[in-house]
Each structure stands twice: as C-alpha cells, then as structure tokens.
C-alpha cells in the first residue's frame, strides 16, 4: 500500500466517523429512534448538508473527494457542533456505537484493500452495519437493564411508589410532592426530567436507595403506549396525572390521544389511588379523586403564592415563596398525596410554606439590580402566561427572552405573543423555529430576532440595564 492508498483508506476511515458522529448525535436527541430523526427532525435541512450530500460528492468525483472533505465538510461538520447548545453526551451507549462504526469500518476497509475490489471504500454499508448491530445490542441490555429494575423493585416490599404525569408541569409536580412527603418520610425522586422507560430502568437500577420508604416517578410520553410501559415496570400503589392540554400534537396529532395516553397510568395491579387532573376526564371510579378546581383566594405575586383549599371540611390558607399561579395545581396534588400518605393538616401546612422553587421553572434570581425569572423549562401556554402576568405587576421596564412555544400550535403561538404585546418593551426571539411568526405579529417597542442563541448574552448585556425584570419563557435547544 503506497502513501496514497494510505491517504485514501484513513481519509475513507474518517468520513465514516464523522457521518457517524452527526447520526449519533441527533439519535441521541431524538431518544434513538431512527423514524423521528428522519421525519420528525425540525431541522431537516442539516440532513442534506451533512449526510446527503456527503455521500453524492463521495461516489460522483471520487478522486476529489479529499478536497471536499478537509476544505468543506470536515470543518462544517465540527463548527456545527460547536455551536450546538445541546452536545451529544457520551453515554455507555454512544462509545458503543462510535467503536462498533470504527471496527467494522477498519476491518470493511482492509479486506476492499487486501482484495482490491474497490477504488472507492464502502461507507454506507458500515454505517448500516453498525446501526443494526447497535439496534441488537441496546435491546439486548435494555431487556436484560429492565429485568434487572424489576427484580430491585419487586425485592423491596414496603416501597410506596408514586407515578407522575400530565402534559404540564410534571416535574415541578414531581418535586413538590418530594419535597412535602420528605418532612416525614425516606423520599428519593427520578433527577432532573427524567422521564423515559430507558431513565427509569438505569435511575432505578443505579440510585434507587434500598431504604427508600416513597419513589416518586415523573412519567412521560410520545407515543401511545409509554407510560403504560412504565406503569408495567413500576406498578405505582398511587398515581397522578396532572392538567392536559395540546402539548406534544406534533406526536400525538390530536388531544383524545394525549388524554387517552396518558391515563394509560392508571392501569397498576397495585393501585390504591388515583388523583386526576379535572381536564383529563370526568368519568367516576371508586379508585380516582378529581383534583384542580378546589383552590379558592388566590393571589400569586412576584413575592409568592397565598391560597385556600379545603381540608377536613375547614378552609385552611396555604402561602409559599413559590412563583406563579399555575402552581397551585401542582401543590394541590402534594397536598392530596400527603393526605392520603397520613400527613397532618399541620404537617402538611408547614412543608408547603418551606417549598422551594424548582430549578429554572419560574425561579427568581435577584442580580445587578435586576430581577430575572428563569423559566427555561417551561414550554406550555400556561406557565408562560402566568409568566408574563407575573412581569406585568414590575413597575421598571421588562424584558422577555423566548422561542415562544415548541410542538404546539400555531394559535397557542398568536395568544402568547398577544400576552407579550400588551406588557414588554423589549422582546428577544431566540432560535428559527416560531422566528417569522414572532416577526410579524409582535408590537413590542423594541425587537431583536437572534438565529443564534450564541449571541444572547452579549445582546442582554446590551440593552438591559438596572431596575428591569427579564423573563426567560421557554427555551428550545438550537437543533430545534
């Protein structure tokens, strides 16, 4: 093999990695699923540009593929990740998938050499090869993870398992309940927005204590059937599904489904109690308590939350630092569970009043003498008016920074914009995905598009000053 040769094998070695890397990538981000990468990708453009037309150029002009390679597409491709706010993290699962590609790539490659039956080296088939064999090999281990989760969960016979989920508010749902439950009782949470079947099974085998009294789960969806697959591995004595509204249609195409999908929670050999959101449905069951529609007096202000709810037929006031009117929704929900956990009415008072605001949902943050809301994680139309209901009671100017809502409609879009109109000086739109309609509709005095988020910081810096409250209302990751 002369210096050539050698030039075009690890030149051939190395496009394959790099398309592997970009597969990888946005697998990761669409939870490994090859099907929502190649028809639900937001955006596929960056498919042309980085897959496609790679392999066109590869098999058109061959001899010049090495120019095109190292002057254009290498470069594109690490730019582009650098930009990404959202890098594919390296889990056990990707350094398997990046050393299978490498190995079968190397070997493919020798034996074209060694029989010379090819002036240029296959690249599609070894990335096909890898993904198949991929495929087997996270099913193999996602089996033997998941009866692995079962066995440790069915071993530990005096655990109370509590099951989360609705289109809103899951999380911050999840953590209130974790937080009131653990005035009295040993409580470990699934971290973060853990959520997949895939989460719990390692959350489960890895950091479920083994003296845990109560497991609460966040249960999440985007397809028919998931959450009762968790509810298969769990078997919750209790679960909630939380308010439900046209969140993820882009999955599930119509709100029946999503409400369908997620009462697939109820459907526990073991369950005892069922607390249900009033917009899910209101079919009776001895089973199910219907909750949403029991909060009287509230006012919610940029200081916290003061309201009533009715307990052991006395109207008891809760008041709690925690932000935005929506969440009374949630607490109700820890309120009930506690309750029905054998929590006091005094008990239960005093671990609402120390609730603490959960990481970047509607978390206020006090710096430079300027009040910043960070709702980050909150993506539906709700939080986000609460949000912005929130800024209008600050008497200084305000500031949003928003992509405005992701899979969701349209309409929703126009109300929330609507909403920003009517309170903010100043608009920042991040990201392209609602970027025209944000263009056309919002009449703030001031209005700044940013296709880069990269950008953001340096733009508040800017044009925020002292005396002024910025909300940070949704925020998309720059693939979408």
């Given at each position: ?59 058109a002009i061959p001899e010049y593929f090495w120019i095109y390679f190292y002057a254009a597409l290498l470069p594109s491709v690490i730019l582009w990740h650098r930009k990404l706010d959202k890098k594919v993290i390296l889990t056990w699962r990707v350094k398997r998938f990046l050393i ?222 925690v932000l935005g009117g929506f969440q009374t929704i949630n607490i109700n929900a820890a309120i009930l569970i506690a309750q029905e956990m054998g929590m006091s009415t005094e008990e239960i008072l005093k671990a609402v009043e120390k609730l603490k605001s959960v990481e970047h949902r ?43 809502l992701v899979e969701s409609t349209e309409e929703l879009n126009s109300e929330l914009i609507d909403a920003i109109n009517k309170v903010f000086d100043i608009a920042i739109v991040t990201g392209s995905l609602n970027a025209v309609q944000f263009d056309k509709e919002l009449k703030v ?36």
């Open positions: 093999m002369d210096y050539t040769q050698i030039f075009v094998f690890l030149t051939n070695i190395l496009f394959v990695m790099t398309l592997g890397w970009y597969l990888i990538t946005n697998l990761q981000w669409y939870d490994y699923r090859i099907e929502r990468v190649v028809l639900r990708h937001h955006k596929t453009w960056w498919h042309l540009v980085y897959f496609i037309l790679p392999f066109f150029v590869y098999y299978l590609l490498f190995s079968i790539t190397l070997v493919l490659d020798i034996l074209f050499t060694l029989k010379g039956i090819a002036h240029t080296y296959s690249v599609f088939f070894p990335i096909l090869l890898t993904y198949m064999a991929s495929w087997g090999t996270e099913k193999f281990l996602f089996l033997a993870y998941k009866r692995e989760a079962s066995r440790k969960v069915a071993s530990m016979s005096d655990l109370t398992i509590i099951c989360v989920t609705g289109s809103y508010g899951k999380t911050s749902m999840k953590n209130f309940i974790a937080q009131v439950l653990g005035q009295k009782f040993n409580v470990y949470a699934t971290p973060r927005s853990v959520n997949t079947l895939g989460g719990i099974i390692r959350d489960v085998n890895e950091s479920l204590p083994s003296n845990t009294q109560v497991y609460i789960c966040e249960a999440g969806a985007r397809e028919v059937g998931d959450i009762y697959a968790i509810t298969q591995l769990l078997h919750p004595q209790i679960v909630v599904v939380g308010k439900v509204g046209p969140q993820h249609l882009e999955y599930f195409k119509t709100l029946e489904r999503i409400q369908r999908t997620k009462l697939e929670i109820i459907q526990s050999n073991r369950l005892k109690r069922a607390f249900i959101h009033t917009s899910v449905t209101d079919e009776t069951h001895e089973k199910v308590t219907f909750f949403g529609d029991g909060i009287h007096n509230l006012n919610a202000t940029l200081e916290g939350i003061d309201f009533e709810i009715m307990m052991n037929d006395t109207m008891e006031h809760f008041h709690t630092s509607l978390e206020r943050i006090d710096a430079g003498g300027k009040i910043i809301l960070d709702d980050g994680y909150n993506g539906n139309i709700d939080g986000m008016l609460e949000g912005v209901r929130l800024c209008s009671l600050h008497t200084g100017r305000k500031v949003i920074v928003t992509p405005g005095p001031q209005k700044i598009m940013l296709a880069d988020k990269s950008q953001m910081v340096k733009t508040l810096g800017e044009v925020t000053r002292a005396g002024d409250i910025i909300l940070f209302a949704n925020d998309a990751p720059n693939f979408i």
